[in-house]
């Protein structure tokens, strides 16, 4: 059995299950329309809504780069990691899912700042480079 | 010429500490809340704290992993990876979590539909990704 079949099952596995939430939320959403704005609960679903999207399309994006190395449709440059070429795509699904953190933390949060909650997740990208990259 | 290893390091990294954030945010609310069990709001509220907090042990413990290949010059997951025991129950504590969490979420949301749904949905999926990834 190869080594990496098991984060294919693990990538996939939770993909299924954020594209659920993801229908769930959209469902929730659907249901309390015009009405998004009024209350604290779909104003949190919106952004959750929008994190489980960025979520959803990160794990099937990881599992099909997995997925066609196996089948052998595609050939990343070495087993476990990422091209650099598909690279944007793993940002943007990052980028989507700290937009819908930001929309959701402010709701739940009794710190309603858009501005603190962006400042505090771009601290968190600085110091996950400095950790990767600078040390 | 950076290392491609490093850029996973990175997104796990950033991705586990944001969720480290929502953690921290939950844990204040659920403490805060009004403690009523049969209130929909604290059971999403508790499924969203489980389920991310499966997240962040999922995604802390991937950049640990490669934390070590990158600056401690350890074998990247390969067919060597199911050697080491560690790895399969640390990885299945946090999949427990995300499930147990995802289920909590789904239940107060999704209100119209019969909750028991969910019971069977998620032993689904799992048997469709189990199939995709080892029969196909």
Same mark, same amino acid.
């Given at each position: 059995m190869p080594g990496n079949d098991f984060l294919e099952f693990l990538n996939l596995f939770l993909a299924l299950q954020g594209a659920i939430a993801t229908v769930v939320f959209g469902r929730y959403l659907l249901d309390r329309w015009p009405h998004w704005y009024e209350e604290p609960s779909t104003k949190m679903a919106i952004g959750f809504f929008i994190f489980f999207i960025g979520f959803t399309f990160l794990r099937f994006w990881t599992f099909l780069t997995r997925f066609a190395y196996e089948q052998g449709w595609y050939i990343p440059p070495k087993p476990g990691t990422i091209a650099y070429e598909v690279r944007p795509l793993f940002m943007i699904g990052a980028v989507i899912m700290t937009v819908g953190i930001i929309c959701a933390l402010r709701e739940i !949060?009794? %710190?309603?700042s858009n501005v603190g909650w962006t400042f505090v997740m771009t601290l968190n990208a600085i110091l996950a480079a400095i950790l990767a990259w600078g040390i | 010429m950076m290392s491609v290893n490093k850029f996973i390091e990175f997104m796990n990294l950033y991705l586990s500490s944001f969720d480290f954030c929502v953690m921290a945010v939950m844990f204040s609310y659920i403490f805060k809340a009004e403690k009523d069990m049969k209130d929909p709001a604290f059971h999403l509220a508790i499924g969203l704290l489980l389920y991310i907090t499966g997240h962040f042990w999922l995604r802390f413990w991937t950049w640990l992993q490669w934390y070590g290949v990158t600056h401690h010059h350890l074998a990247p997951p390969? +067919? !060597? %990876?199911? /050697? /080491? +025991?560690?790895q399969i129950p640390m990885f299945a504590a946090g999949m427990v979590l995300v499930t147990i969490g995802l289920i909590y979420i789904l239940r107060p949301l999704s209100a119209t539909i019969d909750n028991r749904i969910w019971y069977y949905v998620v032993p689904f999926i799992t048997i469709v990704s189990i199939i995709i990834t080892w029969f196909t």
């Open positions: !949060s009794v %710190w309603k | 390969g +067919p !060597s %990876w199911y /050697d /080491d +025991p560690l």
